[in-house]
């Protein structure tokens, strides 16, 4: 089978799913549970969409697409004109942190390149540069869906994923951030010794600091929360607690498909021959990481590693095709159903994951036959 074959079949169970808005379905963020509007899971139909109907210039797909990009546009998406409204839970932001943002730039950048409408991607460069930066540490702050700003977003894949989607833009304001962004990698990138990439930001802030994200917004309540998440990671870089290296773990695939994102678009960039690079490709493809994905919560129940992992290769190992294979054969064996033609076969939040399919969009039209028992190595 080929992939693209499966893309336009999930593509095409995917408009039995649209509303008439234009809105895909929405889920609860996997394992966060944290109940969510429509704008996620439609950012990411929008680009499944996109592709097949790149791929068969069947007009059903622009039709699904364009209903989808008009509910990204519309006033209900961002509800005071500043941020996307992506999470319904009180308890935290609305706005997801940075990475909301980003997987809805990801999908009005897409459209702008696919359907030749500049709109799209100019909505997107308004809201990014919505985003305070800091230009000494190369770090976004978050902001929240009323403009307020939140303080620093300290999870990196979120961080490296606005940085990715930005550069999808075209904008040199944000495309100089996001070269800050790249040469403080050294600075804010923390890895075990394995290589595996740490799930917070590794980075020395001073007391002012710590004050400024204890009060951003002006919501006492919400600054005491984020800060006693900061105080459980800097005490989790004395004892490497668990929980964090168990997180680490599902999300590294996460991280390194958007490495691969930016090494797209800046393939000269000095970190690509670091060491710290090395280590976390080398982590990718090693046993160890292979064994320890393959139960993990925020693995395939949630991230497709299987995707993930054969971008990646397909970025930084050109030659890897047969490898990118496997990954992806094991990513459709343990999460595609062939029933429904969805990538649903998860124990929680299945419509999210069916909408995760778009990120085999950017692999090549790989085959993958029957023999489902092959494994990467």
């Avoid at 540490?137 to 930005?166: K, P």
């Avoid at 994200?213 to 002006?218: A, K, Q, S, V």
């Avoid at 000269?268 to 982590?283: A, C, N, R, T, V």
Wanted: glycine share 6%; net charge negative.
């Amino acid at each position: 089978m080929e992939l693209y074959d499966l893309l336009v079949e999930g593509a095409s169970a995917g408009i039995e799913l649209q509303d008439e808005s234009g809105s895909m379905p929405s889920g609860n963020n996997g394992p966060w549970n944290d109940p969510e509007t429509p704008v996620r899971n439609t950012s990411h139909w929008l680009i499944t969409f996109l592709k097949a109907y790149n791929i068969t210039d069947d007009d059903q797909f622009h039709e699904a697409a364009v209903s989808a990009l008009e509910y990204l546009q519309s006033e209900e998406t961002r509800p005071q004109g500043k941020t996307f409204h992506h999470r319904k839970n009180p308890e935290k932001d609305f706005c997801n942190g940075l990475i909301g943002q980003a997987w809805a730039f990801e999908a009005l950048v897409t459209a702008t390149r696919e359907l030749g409408d500049p709109e799209p991607e100019s909505l997107a460069e308004t809201v990014f540069l919505q985003h305070p930066f800091d230009y000494e540490r190369g770090l976004w702050q978050t902001v929240e869906i009323t403009g307020e700003v939140l303080g620093y977003d300290m999870t990196f894949n979120h961080q490296l994923w606005f940085a990715a989607t930005g550069a999808m833009l075209s904008d040199e304001e944000i495309l100089e951030q996001v070269r800050i962004f790249l040469d403080n990698l050294e600075e804010n990138l923390r890895l075990y010794d394995s290589g595996l990439v740490y799930h917070k930001v590794w980075r020395d802030f001073s007391v002012s600091d710590h004050v400024r994200y204890l009060t951003g917004g002006n919501d006492l309540e919400f600054g005491l929360r984020r800060y006693r998440d900061i105080a459980r990671t800097l005490l989790s870089r004395n004892n490497y607690d668990e929980q964090i290296i168990y997180r680490s773990i599902g999300y590294h695939s996460f991280n390194t498909y958007a490495f691969a994102m930016l090494k797209e678009r800046f393939p000269d960039h000095d970190f690509w021959e670091s060491k710290k690079i090395g280590s976390i490709l080398k982590y990718s493809r090693s046993n160890e990481y292979h064994k320890a994905i393959q139960d993990n919560d925020y693995g395939y129940p949630y991230n497709p590693p299987g995707f993930e992992n054969a971008y990646t290769l397909s970025v930084f190992e050109p030659d890897s095709q047969t490898k990118q294979q496997k990954w992806v054969e094991e990513q459709v064996d343990r999460t595609f159903n062939f029933e429904s033609s969805l990538l649903e076969s998860v124990p929680t939040d299945a419509t999210t994951y069916a909408a995760r399919i778009y990120e085999a969009t950017r692999l090549p039209n790989l085959e993958f036959g029957p023999d489902h028992d092959a494994k990467p190595k």
